[in-house]
Nanobody, 124 residues
Framework: QVQLVESGGGLVQAGGSLRLSCAAS????????MGWFRQAPGKEREFVAA?????????YYAGSVKGRYTISRDNAKNTVYLQMNSLKPEDTAVYYC????????????????WGQGTQVTVSS
């Protein structure tokens, strides 16, 4: 069982940066692959980035964020991060952190643990 709490969202101008954090409870954080998803108003939730369990040697990114976003993890702090650079108005969404006790995945339905989300708003 793991509980997830996101933070770091806010309002930023286009071209700016934000770093989201997701703090996880529990002592087995390193055993979970972690993912970030987002949901814009009127749209379905979509995959953003994922990182493998353990040392996080493997990462996946959605094409729309590749080269601008970086996912990372600090197992000593039970935290996964999403560094977002060169933000665009279309990045505006609620961002969710998710966890699964298995190999890395970009599929929403494969994640069983979710945070409450944090709002990111990018103004033009």
């Amino acid at each position: 069982q793991v509980q997830l709490v996101e933070s770091g969202g806010g309002l930023v101008q286009a071209g700016g940066s934000l770093r989201l954090s997701c703090a996880a409870s529990g002592r087995t954080f390193s055993g979970y692959s972690m993912g970030w998803f987002r949901q814009a108003p009127g749209k379905e939730r979509e995959f953003v980035a994922a990182i493998s369990r353990g040392g996080g040697s493997a990462t996946y990114y959605a094409g729309s964020v590749k080269g601008r976003y970086t996912i990372s993890r600090d197992n000593a702090k039970n935290t996964v991060y999403l560094q977002m650079n060169s933000l665009k108005p279309e990045d505006t969404a609620v961002y969710y952190c998710a966890a699964r006790p298995a190999v890395i995945s970009s599929f929403e339905y494969e994640y069983g643990y979710w945070g409450q989300g944090t709002q990111v708003t990018v103004s033009s």
